[in-house]
């Protein structure tokens, strides 16, 4: 069956098996580690520091790793982000001792290079996979990809919690470790090796985008990830487990269902920005979603403002938030492969993942720092979600100067 598929379609599937594989593991190793420390005591403030290390070298890899990527090949810089989780994972096997936070940072750091490493090479590769006037088509495959991610790494919360139960944390871990590292071994036979590699060699002060397109997505991209890990990553699960009295599963359960909700609708997004009018979508498009999306925050902020029923009003506008926001993501996840290079497309991809990791981390430091300085419970949330609004607004006016011309789709 595979040897009947074209190589760019063999290609595609490996690289999109290559991130699933990889997403899956990523997704039950957070998860792991949140149960495993919330067990032991952390608070859940300290439990986030833990991933501190893991948002930071994220923004140093995605701005170094594209440049590698052009250099050395996509498959290479692929493969490395693979074994590289491998080792991540391995370094969590040690006695329980060993454990201590600096050690657990560490392996995180070093998990945050293996996925942004992975992430990149997977994006980036897409765009050499499919012929330059197919935008259409590029619009599906790359929107495929990035909800497909996000709905496994779901899926991975939810593995994550059974190997725990079934194998215990060192079991767990042992047991993904060896599966990912069948995985790796495949890909290196199997991945094309020289995909991605650029004619001309880049020098390493090329790892900044020259183009007015991508650093204006790139900025707009930085501000729309703050604004939704600067109420998601901290304030949010604190507000569920101690103000209204979820217990972990029901918290972490319920924010796992939203990352697979939200992976879906992610994968879907062509269906309703472009595919119905013939057209992909181009910055005006962009810019009329991330305008819708602002108002959301700030009305759940409104909403418990009011003392309306704050779990539904957080089921609901979560609900309606995770839907917006997939879809403004996937719009930013198919604009930068489009707006990239064909030579060396890793060093545009890199940059403006770099700005995607440096929106995370400063939303997760946010998230924490605003959520306690407002007092945490209801109004430490309302603080965090009006700065969600606020960054959103900034999305907005940087999306004005995006390119507004549109592609006919083939």
């Keep these: 069956m595979l040897a009947q598929l074209s190589p760019e379609i063999r290609q595609y599937l490996i690289v999109t098996s290559n ?186 002060r090329d790892i900044f985008s020259k183009s007015r397109a991508i650093n204006f997505l790139s900025a707009a991209r930085m501000f729309l990830f703050g604004a939704r890990d600067v109420w998601f990553v901290v304030a949010l699960p604190v507000f569920l487990s101690q103000t209204l009295g979820w217990d972990h599963w029901q918290t972490g359960g319920f924010l796992a269902l939203w990352v697979i909700a939200y992976g879906l609708v992610q994968a879907l997004a062509p269906l309703l920005t472009g595919k119905a009018s013939g057209r992909t979508p181009d910055g005006r498009i962009a810019l009329i979603w991330a305008a819708i999306l602002t108002s959301v925050p700030l009305l759940i902020a409104g909403a418990l403002w009011l003392d309306w029923h704050p779990a539904w009003v957080l089921i609901l506008g979560l609900l309606l938030f995770g839907a917006l926001f997939a879809i403004n993501s996937s719009l930013h996840s198919y604009l930068i492969v489009s707006y990239a290079g064909q030579d060396g497309v890793s060093l545009d991809v890199g940059f403006y993942y770099m700005a995607n990791a440096m929106g995370r981390l400063i939303g997760t430091l946010l998230s924490g720092w605003v959520f306690q300085l407002a007092g945490q419970g209801t109004s430490g949330l309302q603080a965090c979600l009006l700065i969600s609004g606020l960054m959103l607004a900034v999305t907005v006016v940087i999306s004005l100067g995006l390119p507004g011309v549109k592609k006919v789709i083939s």
């Design 19 to 204: 991130y699933w594989s990889f997403t899956l593991t990523d997704g039950a190793l957070r998860m792991l580690v949140v149960l495993h420390f919330h067990s032991l005591g952390y608070s859940p403030l300290e439990i986030a520091l833990l991933f501190l290390f893991y948002e930071i070298f994220g923004v140093i890899t995605n701005l170094v790793g594209g440049w590698l990527g052009a250099r050395l090949g996509l498959n290479l810089t692929m493969n490395i982000g693979l074994v590289l989780q491998v080792l991540a994972l391995s370094m969590l096997l040690v006695p329980s001792a060993m454990l201590t936070v600096p050690w657990v940072m560490a392996a995180q750091a070093l998990s945050g290079i293996a996925k942004d490493l992975n992430k990149m090479s997977a994006k980036s590769s897409i765009k050499l996979l499919v012929p330059a006037e197919a935008q259409g088509t590029l619009y599906k495959w790359v929107a495929l990809l990035t909800g497909s991610k996000n709905a496994l790494k779901g899926v991975g919360f939810f593995l994550g919690g059974a190997l725990l139960m079934a194998l215990g944390f060192t079991g767990a871990v042992a047991a993904m470790a060896i599966a990912l590292a069948l995985v790796w071994l495949l890909s290196l036979v199997l991945l094309k090796k020289d995909l991605g590699k650029a004619k001309h060699k880049p020098k390493f």
